[in-house]
């Protein structure tokens, strides 16, 4: 029986072996969950291009916006795990068991990782219009408005979400969440002031804050971004706020994991080019390649904190 059982494995690993080599037989999906123009779809289409050289394949990106980033997900976790469709992971994945209509699956299990792309703040702007010019004066003025102020992000339970709604549990201040389908609709709304603050990837408030459009206050980070250094954090003016994103590959949980590691060092290899790591650096990102490993602590971490920040902070992900 024990023979038997090593024969099968050993024939399991050669036939996963010989599929790694072969792999890719056809173009590969990458999908996205929110609309063009915004950092993630920027990200995929960078990497994915650069990625789909090296395998010698088209990386065709597939946006499927919608639910903060949960429709596509949910797409993602029930493609078929031959190594033919990627996903491109964010904080939806550890932030998801969170929300009350959870998803009918286990996000954290659905899943496996592949590498790190980049991290990145959240930058908070408001309409140029609005009587502030910092986090305190923001603050001060929320509190005399009687409806309070409309805060706009990229779709509820995204980061630019929890940005808001820490902001409002810290500062205790009146702040009414309105939800867009991706950064570039969210920007827009700002613009156009249909809200008075939004929370913005630096990629899509980067033009709009140079050109005037958009009033920068701060940054979610730990640290003022290279990309901005002129704006402070938040937390320089309210101490302990932070919130980071993240953007990494993910694949089927059950995709082999010859194919996985086979992607992984195409990965790594196409964050070390120069042109890649200029154009994302560009835009706002930190860009990190990182081991299969180290995306996998990333998650387990980050789950943990939201799950903590949520219970904490009381707050209701819908």
């Known amino acids: 029986m024990k023979n038997k059982r090593f024969f099968a494995g050993l024939l399991f690993a050669i036939a996963a072996n010989v599929q790694a080599q072969d792999y890719p037989t056809r173009p590969l ?71 009350r209509k959870r998803p009918g699956f286990d996000p954290l299990k659905a899943f496996a990782p592949v590498s790190l792309i980049a991290t990145g703040p959240t930058l908070l702007a408001v309409h140029p219009s609005l009587p502030v010019n910092s986090i305190k004066e923001l603050i001060s003025y929320a509190k005399t408005q009687p409806g309070g102020l409309r805060f706009g992000s990229s779709g509820a339970g995204t980061t630019n979400h929890l940005s808001g709604e820490l902001l409002r549990v810290m500062a205790n201040i009146p702040l009414t969440h309105v939800p867009y389908r991706g950064a570039a609709v969210n920007v827009v709304a700002a613009i156009q002031g249909e809200i008075h603050i939004s929370f913005l990837p630096l990629l899509a408030a980067i033009p709009h804050v140079k050109s005037a459009r958009l009033k920068a206050l701060g940054v979610t980070g730990a640290k003022r971004s290279p990309s901005m250094p002129e704006v402070p954090t938040v937390s320089e003016s309210l101490p302990g706020y932070e919130v980071s994103a993240w953007y990494g590959i993910v694949v089927p949980a059950a995709t082999p994991p010859a194919i996985v590691k086979r992607l992984n060092a195409e990965l790594v290899k196409v ?24 995306l996998a602590e990333l998650i387990r971490v980050d789950a943990l904190r939201w799950a903590k920040l949520v219970k904490s902070a009381g707050l209701v992900l819908e």
């Open 271 to 294: 964050l070390a080019e120069h042109d890649v790591r200029e154009r994302l650096t560009a835009q706002g990102v930190d860009v990190q390649s990182s081991t299969i490993e180290e």
């Open 29 to 99: 999906r990458l999908i996205t969950g929110f609309l063009p123009g915004g950092v993630s779809d920027t990200i995929a289409r960078v990497t994915g291009e650069k990625l789909g050289e090296r395998l010698g394949q088209r990386v065709i990106i597939d946006g499927r916006p919608g639910a903060g980033g949960v429709v596509s997900m949910e797409i993602a976790a029930a493609a078929n795990a031959d190594g033919h469709t990627l996903y491109l992971g964010q904080p939806v994945i550890t932030l998801s068991p969170n929300f």
